[in-house]
T-cell receptor, first 111, second 111 residues
Framework: AQSVSQHNHHVILSEAASLELGCNYS??????LFWYVQYPGQHLQLLLK??????LVKGIKGFEAEFIKSKFSFNLRKPSVQWSDTAEYFC?????????FGTGTRLKVLA | DTAVSQTPKYLVTQMGNDKSIKCEQN?????MYWYKQDSKKFLKIMFS???????INETVPNRFSPKSPDKAHLNLHINSLELGDSAVYFC??????????FGSGTRLTVV
């Protein structure tokens, strides 16, 4: 069965700290992986995606993610977070005709 | 122009009422979805339509009925609303090789 796990439910960081959010997936076929961000009161927006090729993917706003096939992981990273990065972050894997979302990680960045 | 638009943005209604949420996308995408996001921010797929054809119907009460008059529209009708239906409902669409584009959400409150 397809599934996505995000182990960090709540993360609190100070500005300029480095960020890494974990995402592990379970899927038998070719994976398409995504990270979405949801700012307070807003809809989900695509941060970055991996389909194939270079396993290190760069997205918007300085975010990047690394696909490690052997670990079934697609962790999200940012070297230096800002207060405006406070949001909910969702990892997702695309299965047949639908996306499976992780439960989300709530990031709070302290100014 | 908004790519995926949902109306209304907010909906407050009494238990037992029937209500509809509309969704339209102007991206030319073939597939549209309805997701429910509960108070814990968990995103759960409800329905998926591909070219007006229902392809995913997750375990959702049959009080929820989607309608797709054409591939640019996917409406959600809810009969006999219950307190537990209170949530944010997101419409989304996707095309070949892309991630989702989400609508801004409809916050439904049943009182």
């Amino acid at each position: 069965a397809q599934s996505v796990s995000q182990h960090n439910h709540h993360v609190i960081l100070s500005e300029a700290a480095s960020l890494e959010l974990g995402c592990n997936y379970s899927y038998g076929g070719t994976v398409n992986l995504f990270w979405y961000v949801q700012y307070p009161g807003q809809h989900l927006q695509l941060l970055l995606k991996y389909f194939s090729g270079d396993p290190l993917v760069k997205g918007i706003k300085g975010f990047e993610a690394e696909f490690i096939k052997s670990k079934f992981s697609f962790n999200l990273r940012k070297p230096s977070v800002q207060w405006s990065d406070t949001a909910e972050y969702f990892c997702a894997v695309r299965g047949t005709y639908k996306y499976i979302f992780g439960t989300g990680t709530r990031l709070k960045v302290l100014a | 122009d908004t790519a995926v638009s949902q109306t209304p943005k907010y909906l407050v209604t009494q238990m037992g009422n029937d209500k509809s949420i509309k969704c339209e996308q102007n991206l030319g995408h073939d597939t549209m979805y309805w997701y429910k996001q509960d108070s814990k921010k968990f995103l759960k797929i409800m329905f998926s339509y591909n070219n007006k054809e229902l392809i995913i119907n997750e375990t959702v009460p049959n009080r929820f009925s989607p309608k797709s008059p054409d591939k640019a529209h996917l409406n959600l009708h809810i009969n006999s609303l219950e307190l537990g239906d209170s949530a944010v409902y997101f419409c989304a669409s996707s095309g070949q090789g892309n991630g989702y584009t989400f609508g801004s959400g409809t916050r439904l409150t049943v009182v």
